[in-house]
């Protein structure tokens, strides 16, 4: 052998992420952050450690441009550290309980299907979807949880198929959540039909026209209707029984030069593949608040305006 070498694993996670020693936390913007290897290190195990850099620097990335934009205030930065260091402690647990199930024999394992759980669990978190955001200024308290199981709050937005009304084809609505600078707001509706008297109606209505409706509070002047929030809705009918002559037009903003008419943004349920079904979503609907970052921030009935607008409030900057 011409050569070889040794790779020595070394686990750490830094004790900051930012330069607010922890004493000083909230009383002071960060003005230095750390991402990537400097911040946490593990084992190659899982193929994690760039990939955790990378999501470093997105949930940073992000928070700066809404600070810098005037998007947000100040006080988004301090969800940086105390997000990430979470997760680079998650990844080393998680990396030694790995090693401890990998280092077993087939005998020192209580049941057969132990060790096909555990690799279901490794696939989950290697695709990003055990990492949980504990609650703060951008991630709510579990309180309406219950409106939808299957998207845990915390966590990442955990896509499921949905016809596109306009043209029928069947998409992932997760990929609605793009990685830019915008909120998601996925309304589910309620049982209705489109353009019925319903509580999806009357939350499209106090979105265009109450003076207290985010869409109006922070969305930038110069911006689209949908430039901050980007509203999709999702109705419990198939493709075929929504007409959208009937959907609010809160539901297809006017954008661009020419304020054409955006369609894209509603969805049917998907026969045989019912989103609503899929992800435990409650019939009655439900309000969704998907970070930039896929994250799941916050679960409300159709009708918490109030909430919707106080939560608003938490992380935008009044744009008028
Ligand atoms: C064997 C192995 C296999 C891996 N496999 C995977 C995998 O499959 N998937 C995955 O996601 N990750 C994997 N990783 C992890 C991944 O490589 C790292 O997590 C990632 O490179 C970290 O990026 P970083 O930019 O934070 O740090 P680094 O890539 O370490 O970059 C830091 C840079 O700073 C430079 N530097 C250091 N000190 C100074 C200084 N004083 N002045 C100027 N420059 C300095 C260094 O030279 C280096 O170029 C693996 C790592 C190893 C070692």
Redesign the pocket.
């Known amino acids: 052998m011409a050569w070889y070498s040794v790779?020595e694993v070394g686990h750490g996670v830094c004790e900051r992420f930012d330069d607010v020693p922890l004493a000083e936390v909230g009383t002071r913007v960060p003005r230095v952050f750390i991402?990537?290897?400097?911040g946490h290190t593990h084992s190659?195990k899982a193929?994690?450690?760039?990939?955790?850099?990378m999501q470093d620097g997105f949930n940073l990335g992000g928070k700066l441009a809404h600070v810098l934009l005037r998007c947000s205030s100040e006080s988004l930065l301090a969800t940086y550290s105390a997000e990430r260091k979470a997760i680079g402690e998650d990844i080393i647990r998680f990396d030694q309980w790995w090693a401890a199930v990998m280092a077993k024999s087939p005998q020192e394992f209580d049941h057969p299907s132990d060790f096909e759980d555990a690799y279901l669990q490794i696939t989950e978190f290697a695709q990003v979807f055990m990492a949980q955001y504990a609650p703060s200024m951008i991630v709510a308290e579990p309180e309406f949880q219950i409106l939808a199981t299957g998207f845990p709050i915390g966590k990442r937005f955990k896509s499921a198929v949905a016809p596109r009304v306009v043209d029928a084809n069947v998409i992932h609505i997760g990929h609605e959540s793009k990685a830019n600078d915008r909120w998601c707001l996925f309304v589910f509706a309620d049982s209705a039909q489109a353009g019925e008297a319903s509580p999806t109606a009357a939350l499209a209505e106090w979105l265009a026209h109450s003076p207290k409706s985010p869409v109006h509070t922070t969305t930038p002047p110069t911006a689209d209707e949908n430039g901050w929030f980007n509203i999709k809705v999702i109705h419990q009918q198939a493709q075929t029984d929504v007409a959208l002559s009937r959907v609010p037009a809160t539901y297809m903003p006017r954008v661009g030069r020419f304020g054409l008419i955006n369609y894209d943004g509603v969805f049917a349920a998907a026969p045989g593949s019912d989103i609503f079904e899929q992800r435990s979503i409650d019939r009655g609907g439900a309000i969704f608040l998907v970070r930039p970052g896929q994250y799941v921030a916050n679960i409300l009935p159709l009708t918490a305006t109030a909430e919707l607008a106080e939560v608003a409030r938490r992380f935008t900057l009044t744009q008028w």
């Not at 991402?35 to 400097?38: C, S």
């Not at 193929?47 to 850099?53: A, I, R, T």
């Open positions: 790779y991402a990537g290897n400097v190659a193929g994690q450690g760039m990939n955790v850099s």
